[in-house]
């Protein structure tokens, strides 16, 4: 694959979420509670996007392939913005912006805060991702994009802490998000090649 | 609730009570029980207005019988046909909401019966066909999810006081305990072991016994849907949801508090009072407001979900924070 097929497969793979929404509403119909809905996919969709781009560099190494890492960024970047989706739809649609209601609801839920402090580490993460802020960083850029371990780690406490009982799909989560790390401080790639040898 | 000498327990005891769960409910105002219209001619509340101030007169759609009432006693419209009846919370059958109806479409419920026992003169069990007997009034009541959303419901069915009344509740009964049917093969979600199934819920008896409980044997005009809690179900309206248990089959009548459903599954998120409540937050859920389905924006959520007037009285003295 070239670097603009893998760039075109990382727009696609972000893209997913909204077209199976799009087939859901035009296999189920309209939702009945639409706000529910809305932050539910868009909510599930931020995380899947945000599993898929800590995946990049554990899949690069597995496989060898070192083009892979072009998918890093624009898949973060989705994480983004169906973050951003996530919290537009609560601000607007769940709270039509009365912030009276927001600031008591979000303040008085440990999974709101959880939620809003990983939307608030991702917030630098989005506006360094150029390639210019990049260069300007240096070495610094990597500390500061490790950031985004933390971001996860706060989403998925806000999954976990917001569902009823079945913890399955949000410990599923966590669980994949732990790997995806222990692969990053494992040196893997020494541990592949001496077994190769 | 205050204890009844023994002495007093005769039927005239109870009709005693019944008038004064009555009178209690009627105090305030009579807007207090939307749904108490016997004739729906005389009380049917005015349709809300629209922006434009011309009465809201609802389209019925397909599988929806005659409702009288337009709007609650607060003047807010009913929730669409659609939603009430395709937006559901019903474990048993699936825990998306909006697949309940499909998931529990073919649910049979011919024949059923409700076992009435426990702490009574009379126990019994009834046939459907006799519950059905005993009315078939409509009530507009509010529903309050303790998950933030609401809807507004023009149930049908009767006050459960009247059920009880055939049975006789014994002096010792304090509690009125609820099961659902146990079927994991009809109700497939019993198979999930997240609960302790089946889903059972709990009154006191006064609350039981107050008019404004509802036992609901249909909705909208038409017997209940599946979806619904088919053939009967309680609507506690002052209540979080959940305390209106579907799928009865059995009311057991106590001297101990039971144990419902979702005070074993997470006692500290649910008591065993669970009235509405904007001053008392579950851990996740603010109960400060509530989101009517079908609506952008919050609107303030009301003590006893607007029903203080009429339930307030029987919590008097008691720390609501700590009986949640
Ligand atoms: C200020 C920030 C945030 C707010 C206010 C917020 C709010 C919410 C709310 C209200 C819900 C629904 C809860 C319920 O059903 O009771 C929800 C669900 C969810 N949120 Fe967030 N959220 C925030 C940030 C995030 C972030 C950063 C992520 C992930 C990257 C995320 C992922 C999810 C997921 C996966 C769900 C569950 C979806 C489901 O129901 O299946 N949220 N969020």
Known sequence: MNRLSIRISAHIIGLIPLLWYASTLWRHGWPLDPVASYIAASGTAALQLLVASLAVTPVQRLSGRSALGVMRRPLGLYAFAYTMAHLLVYLMLDYAWNWQQISQNIFSKRHLIAGLLATLLFIPLALTSTTGWQKRLGRWWKHLHRIVYGAAGLAVLHYVWLVKSDTRIPYLYATVIGILLLMRLLPLRKVLHAQSR | ?324
């Not at chain 2, 008038?19 to 305030?28: E, I, K, N, V």
């Not at chain 2, 006799?130 to 933030?148: A, F, P, Q």
């Not at chain 2, 619904?228 to 579907?246: D, E, H």
């Open chain 2, 1 to 324: 609730m205050p204890p009844i000498p023994s002495s007093e327990i005769t039927p005239e005891a109870l009709f005693w009570n019944r008038r004064r769960f009555m009178q209690t409910a009627l105090a305030g105002a009579a807007l207090t029980i939307p749904g108490c219209a016997a004739t729906p001619s005389a009380t049917n509340p005015t349709p809300a207005p629209d922006a434009s101030g011309a009465p809201v007169v609802p389209t019925l759609p397909a599988g929806q019988g005659t409702v009288a009432g337009t709007s609650d006693e607060l003047g807010q419209p009913l929730t669409d046909f659609a939603a009430v009846t395709g937006y559901n919370n019903y474990y048993e059958f699936t825990t998306d909401k909006q697949a309940v109806a499909a998931a529990a479409a073919g649910f049979v419920t011919n024949p059923w019966t409700v076992q009435v026992d426990g702490l009574v003169a009379k126990p019994r069990q009834f046939a459907l066909e006799d519950i059905l007997k005993l009315g078939n009034e409509e009530r507009i009541y509010r529903l309050r999810c303790v998950e933030g959303w609401s809807m507004v419901i023009p149930w049908s069915g009767f006050s459960l006081n009247k059920l009880l009344a055939l049975v006789e509740p014994t002096s010792a009964a304090k509690y009125v305990r609820f099961e659902t049917l146990n079927d994991p093969e009809r109700m497939p979600g019993q198979k999930e072991p997240w609960y302790t199934w089946p889903y059972a819920e709990g009154l006191r008896l006064d609350e039981a016994m107050h008019d404004l409980t509802l036992m609901a044997t249909g909705v909208y005009g038409n017997p209940l849907p599946p979806q619904n809690g088919a053939p009967l179900r309680l609507a506690v309206p002052w209540k979080y949801g959940f305390k209106s248990i579907k799928s009865i089959v059995r009311i057991t009548l106590t001297d101990t508090q039971p144990t419902s459903l979702w005070m074993a599954a997470a006692p500290d998120e649910y008591g065993f009072y669970a009235n509405v409540n904007p001053r008392v937050d579950h851990p996740r859920w603010s109960q400060a407001d509530e989101r009517r389905i079908g609506d952008t924006g919050r609107r303030q959520t009301l003590m006893f979900n607007g029903y203080a007037d009429a339930v307030a009285s029987l919590y008097t003295g008691m720390d609501l924070r700590k009986f949640y």
